[in-house]
């Protein structure tokens, strides 16, 4: 048998990652994906528009190309002093060329930082995805200027899902990490999970606690739909009876056990967690005792009954 703890819960995204933009004050060229695409780690998602930093650059690099020349013209320069002769270039002009060689070499590293700079924000113009995923939303549109950090997507990591299932805390304690459950969905239609993570709070206004639940790559569930959760919590080898051969005596629960001859007598049983169509036997009744499953609540203690062996299923003794 396997007694399991219900619970209600909704399907969340396992991870989502908000996808924002870098560069500042550009309009949207393209936008490569739409919602429920499923993307791959540094894919094109949308790009902004790059005139402006592209003829920064250019500019830029013309400004370095300028620097380069004035620089090998100092070096140069320099070169040439020193290889006069002592005494008919002072020991000043000499230093003054030198000096000229070290500030215009310090303008071109400054030149080239800032070159880099223009690439780096001309790459931020490039909005790719940060992991593999699916693309939850998409809130841009072909023109629209966005600013430094705006959320132009929202991305589910690895396109995967999983069930908050608020769990009462009489049963939370039950639970534990790799447990199976079953999820069913708004259709009905039922899918396996793995208990993920127990959270360590309950809330002390509805008593609930939140357990994690796991779903397979393939599931069909979305974000936001209703679920209903059965986490299976003990599983053991047990002794059961059908539901539909339960009478119940004050408050009690019996079977019509078949003796000798046929009769049946009113036989009170102890039972335990059941399932859908069978329960557990705690005492009362021993594997290979004969009980009426059909019309028991039409019997009487001693009655003679016609004999009909029902077909034995798997996990329970009828």
């Given amino acids: 048998m396997t007694r399991s703890i219900a619970a209600t819960g909704s399907v969340v995204a396992w ?11 550009l309009a949207v060229t393209e936008i490569a994906v739409d919602e429920g695409d499923r993307v791959v780690k540094g894919q ?3 790009r902004l528009n790059q005139d402006r930093i592209r003829a920064e650059m250019l500019k830029q690099e013309a400004a370095i190309g300028e620097l380069e020349a004035s620089l090998a ?14 005494g008919v270039i002072s ?5 003054q060329r030198e000096t000229l060689v070290k500030t215009t070499a310090a303008k071109l590293k400054a030149a080239q930082a800032q070159l880099l700079e223009i690439e780096t924000r001309c790459r931020q113009t490039e909005i790719v995805a940060p992991a593999a995923g699916m693309i939850a939303s998409r809130a841009v549109t072909i023109g629209q200027v966005v600013q430094s950090g705006t959320e132009v997507f929202r991305l589910i990591q690895d396109a995967r899902v999983e069930v908050d299932a ?3 805390e009489s049963d939370l304690l039950a639970a534990a990490v790799g447990q199976s459950a079953k999820i069913f969905g708004p259709s009905g239609r039922s899918e396996q999970g793995i208990v993920r993570i127990i959270s360590p709070i309950v809330d002390s206004k509805t008593r609930l606690g939140t357990v994690r639940i796991a779903l397979s790559g393939d599931s ?3 974000p936001g739909m209703f679920a209903r959760v059965e986490i299976a919590v003990e599983r053991k080898i047990a002794l059961t009876v059908p539901l539909k051969a339960l009478v119940w005596h004050d408050a009690k629960a019996h079977v019509f056990e078949v003796g000798s001859g046929n009769i049946v007598s009113l036989t009170e049983i102890k039972i335990g967690h059941g399932t859908a169509d069978n329960v557990e036997v705690l005492q009362g009744l021993d594997a290979g005792d004969r009980i009426v499953t059909q019309g028991a609540g039409l019997l009487s203690d001693g009655d003679v009954v016609a004999v009909e062996t029902a077909s034995m299923k798997a996990g329970a003794m009828q």
């Fill in 220 to 222: 069909q569930l979305k």
């Fill in 91 to 95: 020991a000043q002009a000499v230093e």
């Fill in 166 to 168: 608020r769990v009462p």
């Fill in 15 to 25: 991870r989502e990652i908000p996808v924002g933009a870098e560069a500042a004050g």
């Fill in 73 to 86: 013209s100092a070096k140069s320069d320099a070169t040439r002093v020193r290889s006069v002769a002592s």
């Fill in 44 to 46: 094109l998602l949308a």
